[in-house]
């Protein structure tokens, strides 16, 4: 006979308490990381002797130049945030405009940078600009990080678009149907009475898609911006191929992304709960 | 009114005059370096010793010394724009850069896109760091075995076509040397001249550079297409570079051994 127990069913087992929050990363959390990059370190530190300095020393001379760079890639992502939420919040109501015209092509606009590599679209916008725009006698200069702003806009614009449909959508028909009954025009109704409910349901997400967007800004260095991946590409160079610093820097530049965009996750979850809907 | 009617038309005629003339002044670069006051030069920023990063993050080098040179000679000042092998002939197409000094190796095709100067200002073979147990001499003993690489360098292709070996292409320097040390390839393949500048290092003491070097080819700097007047004066640069001893005096700078192309150069234009 086999030994499983018949008075055993595999049915109403009884509920497990689920914890309220998820694992939640506390400060020890980011010491140990910061433990991590030092441990890989120190076999490298153990080595040094006099014609080449440890590791440390050289991570402190060419920690200005990366952090340099890694402030250019919060820049880089807060004007390709900025650029797409306006031009995906006016994309978004287009996909809920009475004018089936209007809405189809929003849809549509939507739907194709949505689903489009975001590499793909910044090879494109890099390709496809000019690097400079001459009107007339002017010429305005395109430099390459505009046009990798320009490249990472195009996916955010389509998320947010989509944030501003679904936000809009998720509202109870009921405050539509109030508001219409008196007498506001479609106008108002969305501007006064639709949006400011939507601003606190589209944050979250809005803000999920930014810290996406900023571990997104590396793949700029594909296309050639001094942003920090292409400068930790170049300090290596620059040391000689020493191979020793390989993971350390490495591990320095993911901890300034962590550093950056974990608070940002932390306050999305924090805003996620208080602006729960209650069904 | 009619003043400002009057306004009005000067503005729209000078700005008319000024579109027609910076039509043809895109004839002729030096020019358009003189007016701008700073000479844009296409260099590599990942290539030690020839162009690379101080901690500042200003690009420095044998490559930005020469570039240095050139604007020196022009009076104005220069701008360094980094550049990588898969952009650095398009930049210059396009008019980002005005000059491109970035290691590139002079080949036949390559001077049908851009207008390379003659002479050439440099010269490098191809040559394999391994280490020493494995006891390499011929380029043949590499045949199917994993070899490092850098990507789009043009000899990983010669490696791996006529010799047989599996490339291995790494974005960067340091990626490439940290998989030969870790065991992940036999050799690397890589310039000579870097090789033999790895090789003063104590961690590469149990290393060599067994094989002959190979595909020795000379380096061209280059400016745009039809640019006639930029390319005779960098042209005559070069003369002087080579005849002033200028080029050794910057490989002895930066810690590169002299090369054979460029001593027999300096003698040959004494």
């Keep these: ?279 | 009114m009619i003043n400002k009617f009057l306004k009005g038309l000067t503005t729209a005629v000078a700005l008319g005059a000024f579109a027609f003339a910076a039509v043809p002044a895109q004839a002729d670069v030096l020019d358009d370096i003189k007016e701008r006051g700073v000479l844009r030069v296409g260099v590599k920023a990942d290539y030690k010793p020839y162009g690379f990063r101080d901690t500042s993050g200003a690009i420095i080098g044998i490559e930005p010394d020469l570039a240095q040179d050139v604007a020196d000679k022009l009076g104005v000042a220069v701008e360094f724009i980094p550049v990588v092998s898969s952009n650095r002939m398009q930049f210059l197409e396009q008019g980002k850069v005005d000059l491109m000094i970035a290691t590139m190796t002079d080949k036949p095709d390559r001077r049908k896109v851009v207008s390379i100067v003659d002479p050439n200002y440099y010269s490098s073979g191809t040559n394999i760091l391994a280490a020493k147990s494995f006891g390499f001499t011929a380029w043949e003993d590499l045949r199917g075995k994993p070899v490092c690489g850098i990507q789009g360098a043009f000899y990983n292709k010669k490696t791996g076509r006529d010799f047989g070996a599996n490339i291995v292409a790494f974005k960067g320097t340091a990626e490439a040397y940290a998989a030969l040390q870790a065991g992940n390839c036999v050799g690397f393949v890589y310039d000579d001249s870097s090789i033999i500048a790895s090789l003063a290092q104590p961690q590469w003491s149990d290393y060599e550079m067994p094989l002959p070097t190979i595909d020795d080819a000379p380096w061209g700097l280059a400016v745009k297409l039809g640019e006639e007047g930029f390319n005779t004066l960098m042209s005559e640069m070069i003369v002087e570079w080579h005849k002033s001893g200028r080029i050794l005096e910057l490989e002895t700078k930066w810690g590169v051994e002299n090369t054979p192309f460029a001593t027999a150069m300096n003698a040959k234009y004494q």
Aim: proline letters at 6%.
């Design chain 1, 1 to 279: 006979m086999n030994k499983t127990n018949p008075k055993i069913m595999p049915v109403m087992m009884a509920p497990r308490a689920r914890a309220t929050d998820p694992i939640r990363l506390k400060a020890w959390h980011g010491a140990a990381l910061a433990a991590f990059v030092v441990l890989v370190s120190i076999p490298a530190f153990a080595q040094a002797d006099g014609a080449r300095d440890s590791v440390f020393t050289a991570l402190a001379r060419w920690m200005p130049l990366l952090l340099k760079g890694f402030i250019f890639n919060v820049v880089i992502s807060i004007s390709a945030m900025a650029i797409g939420t306006l031009a995906g919040a006016a994309l978004g109501l287009g996909q809920i405009s009475l004018s089936s015209w209007v809405r189809k092509t929003s849809w549509f606009v939507t739907q194709f940078f949505r689903n489009a590599p975001w590499l793909v679209l910044l090879f494109f916008a890099m390709f496809l600009l000019p690097f400079e725009l001459r009107i007339g006698g002017i010429i305005i200069p395109l430099p390459d990080y505009l046009k990798a702003i320009i490249g990472l806009s195009l996916p955010v614009m389509a998320n947010v678009s989509e944030i501003v449909r679904g936000a809009v959508v998720s509202l109870p028909s009921g405050q539509w149907e109030a508001a219409e009954s008196l007498a506001f025009t479609r106008t108002q109704v969305l501007w006064r009475i639709i949006l400011p409910q939507c601003v606190k349901r589209m944050l979250p997400p809005w803000m999920n898609l930014y810290s996406i967007l900023t571990m997104a800004t590396v793949l700029a260095s594909i296309v050639g911006v001094s942003e920090v991946m292409t400068l930790t590409g170049q300090v290596l160079a620059a040391e000689g191929g020493r191979t020793d610093l390989l993971l350390p820097i490495y591990s320095t530049v993911l901890l300034m992304f962590f550093i950056y965009c974990y608070p940002i996750a932390r306050l999305t979850l924090r805003l996620e709960k208080k602006f729960a809907v209650k069904t």
